[in-house]
Structure formats: structure tokens, C-alpha cells
């Protein structure tokens, strides 16, 4: 999963208004989109895809994830009928118009958009402490680079606070782009270890007990981390927006999720196959812990991985401290910048915050599974279903008096009559609009049991990790 956007108002939104589909004459290409919206999947979360593999079995991961992936195109297709639904009733298009917090506001109210707003912070906050667990933890795998893991931790906070405070963090943007090379460069040397530690030997015999979970805990774990690594509906309108024509959004985005389904599949059953045949330990964390801790090469990759969180972080923090100073301080409004005490005091809570979790629960695997299945699970799974059922009803409530004024204009044209026509168009609108919903409703109760049981299961494993 890879940084979320800024914000106006406070509340989450585009980061730039000239990108808008509306008034932009030129944009991204379908292909470049395809490919954009894979790169927002493929982040740091990928290097706990093998532990999910091995969590949630060789073959029924396989299966989970492309539901998992069908799931995602189902819910931004349901964004995007919002957005459509509100353009049909008169809604006029403002500059945070086409978000996710715009959708919630005209869906429930403030509180819809309240709810979203803070959900979206929490999830970024959360992908700040997997960026701070993974720094800390990359090194203490390396006996040369470690202090331990409590003093790790405090020493990223040390650095993640000054560049966390800063008015501008566009300058790491360029260097926050090298993740992706280091997350190739980390496979790669990935499978070169375990292809001359193990040769294709875990590809011979695969044990029965293998291809399944074998705990609803196991399952857990899997889903939440298969959900953070497709967590894209959050930026459904800021790359729609971006496209030379969005109409085609839909499409790419099927197309990037098939893509990244396949990636994920090839590393994640690859790289468990791989380094796991019989006899050989399991994976039981990031796939980092599976390089032998004494080599030049793996304390290459580590190195390059803590760089590319560190910088990685103030790209979800800075925009999420943004949100609570519009929030708390009324700031942003007319882009009035947050005095700089303000500023630094949000942002140095926030940085303690993630530094406190992060030294109480040193686990890469569970937090991303904690935040793939409580905030990934809202976003992507609750909200999109909840909101479009919604706004169904208030269209059905705003169509009402439209269509009672065009009835009384058909009755008149008619000599009084009405016309079978009119009433039969207006049944099959009512008909197809009650199928939407039916289907909202059974994709929401899925959403919720799902979020709420896997949310419990995990938050389980996270307090027996404290304990122990």
C-alpha cells in the first residue's frame, strides 16, 4: 500500500484540482493508469505476502486473493456510481468533490464524513508504524546494524520527527520512488538465497497440510495482510481524476488488479515454496528475516528497505497531521499554511504515538494484518456498499418530485390519460434500483462480519505478542 494524498479543508481529498477529469483537457494514458494503480498496491506491505501465503495455505491463498481482488474492483465501481449518483441529482463540483469524504458527506452527512476522514488518518497513521516496525526491525535482523530493538525504534523516531515537521516534504517523493526498485532488488536476492540454499526442492512435494490454513487465526493473519497490499479505493478519485478519460477507470482498474493478483501469487507461493521445503524453518515474519543475518548482500537489501521507510513516512504522516490541524486548529481553510508550534506539537504527538506502538509491538506481520483488516476493511469493504445504498435511496427520494411533475405534464399532453409508457419506465427504474440494493446489503453484512471477526482474531495475536 503505498502513501495516501492530502488534503483540503480538512478532510481527504485530490491533492492537486488541475488534475481533475472535469476541466483537465489532457491526462495519464489507460496503460499509465494500469500501471499507476499498480504501483499504489505493490508498497512495503508485499514483503509480509509470504508470511500470508504460509498463514493462509499454498492453494487457498491463491483462491482468497482473487476474491480479495474481485471484492476491490466491486467496491470501486460502487465509488465510482456515487460520484454519479450525486452529479444526476445537481450536485455541483467543488474542489474536494469526487473524494471519498465528499461521497460520505452527501451519503450521511457530517458524520459520514467525519467517520471517513478519521478512518483514512488512523490508516495512514497505521502505515506509518509498519514503516517505523519495518525500519527497526530490518536492523535488528543485522548484528552488525543493530542496537536492539527498543533503541532502534527510538533512534527512527529521532529521525523521522525533523523531517516529519517540515513544511514541504516534496523533495522525498523522488527518493520515496526508490522503493519499488528495492522491493525488485529484495526478491531477487530473496530467491537467489533460497535457490542456492534449497534448489527447487519445496516445488517437488507439497504436503496436504500446507495448501489450507490451519486456524481461523491463520486466516486472519492472511486476510488482513492480502487486504492492506490491495488497499487502492482510497485513491479511486485522485487517479480518475488524473485520467485523459476516465470513463475507462473501471476497466483500468480491473486490469491492474489482475496484474497485481498475478504478482502476488508468484511471490507469495514462489518465494514459501521456495524457501520452505521440508525440513526448512518457516517463515514466520517480513521475508527480510529469511536472509542469513552475516552476508553483504542482505545487509545491502536492509539497509536499502530502512532507507526507502524512513523516507517513506512523512509522506503518510505529513498529510495525515494535516487532516487533524484542519480539524483542530480550523487551518487549511483559503490555504492558510498551520502556525509552526501547532505544527510541530501535532506532528511530534503523532511521531510518539507511532514510536509507542511500534516499541510495543515490534511485528511487521501484525500490524499490517491489524490495519488490512480493521481500516482496509472499512474503506474498502463497509463504506463503498453502505455509501452507494445510500445514495440510491436519496435519489429514489429526489427522483420523486421530478417524476410526479413529469407525470402531470404526461397526464396533460395526453388529455389526462396517463400513459402506460411513463408508468412502466418508472417501475423498471424502481426494479433495477432495488436489485443494487439488495446486492449492497448482502456485500455489506460480508464486509462487517468479515472486518469485525478478522479485526478480533488479530487484535488476539497482537495481546498475546505483548504478553509474551
Not at 465510482?80 to 455541483?92: A, D, T, W
Request: aromatic share 8%.
Amino acid at each position: 500500500m503505498a502513501p495516501r494524498e492530502v488534503k483540503k479543508y480538512g478532510s481527504m481529498s485530490p491533492p492537486n484540482s488541475k488534475t481533475s477529469a472535469f476541466s483537465a483537457s489532457q491526462g495519464t494514458s489507460f496503460g499509465s493508469t494500469v500501471a499507476n494503480l499498480s504501483k499504489i498496491c505493490v508498497g512495503t506491505g508485499v514483503l509480509a505476502l509470504p508470511y500470508s501465503f504460509a498463514q493462509g495455505g499454498v492453494l487457498c491463498s491463491v483462491f482468497g486473493l482473487a476474491v480479495i481482488a474481485v471484492w476491490n474492483s466491486y467496491s470501486i465501481s460502487r465509488l465510482l456510481k456515487c460520484e454519479e449518483i450525486i452529479v444526476s441529482m445537481g450536485f455541483q463540483r467543488r474542489g474536494d468533490v469526487g473524494t471519498f469524504s465528499a461521497i460520505a458527506k452527501e451519503a450521511v452527512g457530517n458524520v459520514g464524513l467525519s467517520l471517513v476522514d478519521y478512518t483514512i488518518v488512523i490508516m495512514m497513521v497505521g502505515v506509518c508504524i509498519s514503516y517505523q516496525v519495518a525500519a527497526a526491525g530490518f536492523l535488528v535482523n543485522d548484528p552488525t546494524l543493530s542496537f536492539g530493538t527498543a533503541a532502534n525504534t527510538v533512534l527512527t523516531a529521532v529521525v523521522l520527527l525533523p523531517i516529519s515537521c517540515v513544511p514541504d516534504i516534496g523533495f522525498l517523493s523522488k527518493y520515496s520512488v526508490m522503493g519499488l526498485g528495492a522491493i525488485v532488488i529484495s526478491f531477487l536476492v530473496i530467491f537467489y538465497h533460497g535457490y542456492t540454499e534449497y534448489g527447487l526442492s519445496g516445488f517437488g512435494d507439497v504436503p496436504v497440510s500446507t495448501l489450507y490454513p490451519d486456524s481461523l487465526t491463520n486466516l486472519s493473519h492472511w486476510y488482513g495482510v492480502s487486504c492492506f497490499c490491495f488497499g487502492i479505493s482510497p485513491m479511486t478519485f485522485n487517479v480518475k481524476d488524473s485520467m485523459s478519460e476516465p470513463s475507462t477507470m473501471n476497466s483500468a482498474c480491473r486490469v491492474a488488479l489482475l496484474v497485481v493478483f498475478l504478482s502476488y501469487c508468484v511471490i507469495g507461493d514462489g518465494t514459501l515454496l521456495l524457501l520452505t521445503p521440508d525440513g526448512a524453518p518457516g517463515i514466520t515474519g517480513d521475508i527480510l528475516q529469511s536472509l542469513p543475518a552475516a552476508s553483504l548482500m542482505a545487509s545491502f537489501v536492509r539497509i536499502s528497505m530502512t532507507f526507502v521507510c524512513l523516507v517513506s513516512f512523512p509522506l503518510c504522516m505529513v498529510p495525515a497531521a494535516e487532516v487533524v490541524e484542519g480539524k483542530l486548529f480550523m487551518t487549511g481553510k483559503n490555504s492558510e499554511p498551520t502556525p509552526v508550534h501547532l505544527r510541530v506539537m501535532t506532528r511530534s504527538v503523532l511521531v510518539a504515538v507511532s514510536t509507542t506502538v511500534a516499541a510495543l509491538i515490534p511485528s511487521f506481520v501484525l500490524i499490517v494484518s491489524l490495519i488490512g483488516c480493521l481500516c482496509v476493511g472499512l474503506v474498502t469493504f463497509i463504506f463503498p456498499p453502505f455509501f452507494h445504498m445510500m445514495l440510491l435511496k436519496h435519489q429514489r427520494e429526489y427522483n420523486r418530485d421530478s417524476k410526479e411533475r413529469h407525470s402531470l405534464l404526461d397526464v396533460e399532453s395526453h388529455n389526462g390519460e396517463f400513459t402506460d409508457e411513463g408508468a412502466g419506465v418508472i417501475q423498471e427504474e424502481e426494479e433495477e434500483r432495488m436489485k443494487k440494493i439488495r446486492l449492497d446489503r448482502v456485500m455489506l453484512v460480508l464486509g462487517v462480519i468479515s472486518t469485525i471477526f478478522t479485526t478480533g482474531m488479530t487484535l488476539g495475536s497482537v495481546a498475546e505478542s505483548m504478553r509474551t
